[in-house]
């Protein structure tokens, strides 16, 4: 899936610069309000050529830039705002977002909690193994 | 005549009431019938005897009494139901007799008296077996009736609602205490059933109760009594409430069942505080895990990649454990205080200190990091006996409160004065976003966090509960005055 910088988009010009590499690299759009796991996980995720785009509460998250659209969703549960799994829900209805995976992190919440609302692809509990979420990471990825 | 005479006789002696004539002031036994003699247990031997030395026994009684006056004053006497004492096989007996005694005149001159009686005694005694069944009856009902009432008083001020149901499970009856509890009125019971649709009765967990889950439902089909279950109840209006109910089932004689009866105890404090207790473990696991969440990612990335990374990535990755290290030990530290406090364990290690001295050391660094201007203004030099370090862990408690909660407010005043002479107070003041009055009042209690659900801000929510014991225990008091839009001023005081 090749993504274009819209030209009317004028809050994020850089992307020009950016979209070569973008062909290729897949973007993950990572939803979670700790500081601390949002800079780690930029970290890892970034390290191992993923582009990622951080937000760190939902009204946050609803601000994104439309025109670009993720390979991946990454969301916490309890966020500040509301809900990473009815946020998950609605975001799988919109049209553009049908094939976009979805992966789920918590403290929390078990798989079954998920059921009936948002059918993640996968679900990874805190706290994680790093190896193991670029696994996840990476499968869930490649069989979209 | 001679004939008439001697019927006269006969008839008089076969009579079916008792006759006796007594001639003379020695009252001699002159004519008696044979049912006379049958009540005296005598035969006709008696006959030109004297009556008292006869049957000795009537001597002193009434009886002979009136007998006497008869004959001694020519008055007739007329008795109904007249007790006389008479031996009879060899025992004194109360007997019972309507009797006429009547003089007996020969030219006009009283010369005896005429006796003429019948016996009543089965009669009077089954009278008499009557009223004392009525009189051992009205003491029984008074009894029921005192009995009645102390149980009535029992049902009315216990602190157990008591319900009854009839055997369809229509409940007959509701004390004062199961009206309050249910939000019922009288008129309401006749028309309620336990499992009244307009009462919705719920699970523990929030989920519609079936009405094979009852406890008044598994009473009355198993016939078997119910102990402590507990079930949440939706009145119409107002708050959920949880009842505790105990139920047994009403048999009748031959074993059926004709009802139930349930008592019930509003729970509702208890189960919230339990439920309190189980949010904030939940909320305290996720906080933990957050922090370690964190930590150990980047420790992990850092020892697998720690060459790869730039330079900028692992400056970040070691000063981000740093703090997620720092939140965790914070968070145990609140953890550990709170228990402490629980059990009172938390020793005080008091000196004169100024509260210049405990906001240096306990706040300047927040003063410096905080995008907010922190004013520390007032007699800021006054000196209190006091842990100094506890004092500065309310202090900034009630400082981060303001930066957490008020993020908009330009500014936090904290204000040092003297009041009511021994008193120091201490203000922290923000011109955030306020709280609302009908959380103003659980602010401190443990536990509470203002808003839980939406898990708007991180933290433990034992701040204040953790400052509010340590005010109370160096015999200060602890407040918030606050108003929605306009701002909030916790406040503590100390003896100086």
């Keep these: 899936m090749l993504i274009f910088p819209q030209e009317n988009d004028k809050t994020k010009p850089y992307q020009f610069s950016l979209s070569r590499r973008e062909r290729v690299m897949r973007k993950i759009f990572l939803l979670e309000d700790d500081q601390g796991i949002r800079e780690v996980l930029e970290i890892l995720l970034s390290s191992e050529d993923y582009i990622v785009h951080s937000f760190s509460s939902i009204k946050d998250f609803r601000k994104r830039d439309r025109s670009v659209l993720a390979d991946l969703y990454l969301f916490d549960v309890m966020l500040p705002d509301g809900s990473g799994i009815d946020l998950c829900k609605e975001i799988k209805e919109e049209e553009n977002n049908r094939n976009v995976p979805f992966m789920i992190m918590s403290a929390h919440a078990s798989l079954g909690d998920l059921k009936g609302i948002c059918e993640p692809a996968d679900f990874i509990s805190k706290p994680f193994d790093i190896i193991h979420l670029l696994e996840r990471v990476k499968s869930v990825i490649a069989q979209q | 005549m001679i004939d008439s005479e001697r019927g006269f006789e006969n008839l008089i002696s076969q009579a079916p009431v008792a006759i006796l004539l007594t001639k003379g002031e020695d009252y001699i036994v002159s004519k008696i019938n044979s049912t006379m003699l049958a009540i005296l247990q005598k035969d006709e031997t008696i006959i030109g005897k004297p009556l008292f030395e006869l049957i000795p026994e009537l001597k002193g009684q009434p009886v002979a009494k009136m007998l006497i006056e008869t004959y001694e004053y020519g008055v007739s006497h007329v008795e109904t139901s007249h007790p006389v004492t008479l031996v009879r096989d060899g025992e004194a007996q109360e007997c019972f007799f309507n009797y006429n005694f009547?003089?007996?005149?020969?030219?006009?001159?009283?010369?005896?008296?005429?006796?003429?009686?019948?016996?009543?005694?089965?009669?009077?005694?089954?009278?008499?077996?009557?009223?004392?069944?009525?009189?051992?009856?009205?003491?029984?009902?008074?009894?029921?009736?005192?009995?009645?009432?102390?149980?009535?008083?029992?049902?009315?001020?216990?602190?157990?609602?008591?319900?009854?149901?009839?055997?369809?499970?229509?409940?007959?009856?509701?004390?004062?205490?199961?009206?309050q509890i249910l939000g019922l009125t009288l008129s309401d019971i006749e028309d309620r059933t336990y499992n009244d649709p307009r009462w919705q009765?719920?699970?523990?967990?929030?989920?519609?109760?079936?009405?094979?889950?009852?406890?008044?439902?598994?009473?009355?089909?198993?016939?078997?009594?119910?102990?402590?279950?507990?079930?949440?109840?939706?009145?119409?209006?107002?708050?959920?409430?949880?009842?505790?109910?105990?139920?047994?089932?009403?048999f009748d004689e031959n074993g059926n069942l004709t009802g139930g009866i349930g008592t019930f105890m509003n729970v509702t404090s208890r189960r919230l505080i339990s439920q309190g207790k189980d949010d904030f473990i939940s909320i305290a696991s996720h906080e933990i895990k957050n922090p370690v969440t964190s930590l150990k990612a980047s420790l992990q990335l850092l020892e697998r990649a720690h060459s790869r990374l730039p330079e900028e990535s692992r400056t970040k990755l070691i000063s981000q454990s740093l703090r997620s290290l720092e939140n965790l030990s914070r968070l145990i530290h609140d953890l550990l205080d709170?228990?402490?406090?629980?059990?009172?364990?938390?020793?005080?290690?008091?000196?004169?200190?100024?509260?210049?001295?405990?906001?240096?050391?306990?706040?300047?660094?927040?003063?410096?990091?905080?995008?907010?201007?922190?004013?520390?203004?007032?007699?800021?030099?006054?000196?209190?006996?006091?842990?100094?370090?506890?004092?500065?862990?309310?202090?900034?408690?009630?400082?981060?409160?303001?930066?957490?909660?008020?993020?908009d407010s330009a500014e936090i005043i904290v204000n040092v004065s003297q009041i009511k002479g021994d008193q120091i107070k201490i203000c922290v003041k923000d011109s955030g976003p306020g709280i609302p009055p009908e959380k103003l009042n659980h602010l401190f209690d443990r536990y509470y966090r203002t808003n839980y659900e939406g898990q708007k801000y991180t933290g433990l929510g034992l701040g204040l509960y953790i400052s509010a014991e340590i005010v109370k225990n160096h015999d200060g008091e602890i407040g918030v005055e606050s108003e929605v839009d306009k701002g909030s001023t916790f406040w503590f005081t100390l003896p100086s």
């Design chain 2, 338 to 407: 709170a228990s402490r406090m629980e059990q009172g364990q938390l020793r005080m290690q008091k000196s004169a200190v100024s509260i210049d001295e405990i906001f240096d050391d306990c706040c300047s660094h927040i003063a410096r990091s905080s995008r907010q201007r922190l004013i520390f203004e007032g007699e800021k030099h006054l000196i209190v006996n006091a842990d100094g370090q506890q004092i500065g862990q309310v202090l900034s408690n009630l400082i981060s409160n303001a930066i957490k909660y008020a993020p």
């Design chain 2, 102 to 179: 009547t003089p007996y005149l020969e030219n006009g001159k009283v010369i005896g008296v005429i006796d003429v009686a019948v016996e009543v005694t089965d009669q009077v005694l089954a009278i008499r077996d009557h009223e004392n069944t009525i009189a051992e009856k009205v003491v029984l009902e008074e009894t029921l009736r005192n009995s009645e009432k102390r149980l009535q008083g029992i049902l009315e001020t216990m602190a157990e609602g008591v319900g009854i149901v009839d055997s369809m499970g229509q409940m007959v009856y509701a004390n004062p205490m199961a009206q």
């Design chain 2, 201 to 250: 009765n719920l699970r523990l967990d929030g989920t519609p109760l079936p009405h094979e889950e009852h406890p008044m439902t598994i009473m009355m089909t198993t016939g078997k009594n119910v102990f402590d279950r507990e079930i949440g109840v939706q009145p119409p209006e107002g708050d959920r409430q949880y009842i505790s109910i105990n139920a047994a089932p009403i």
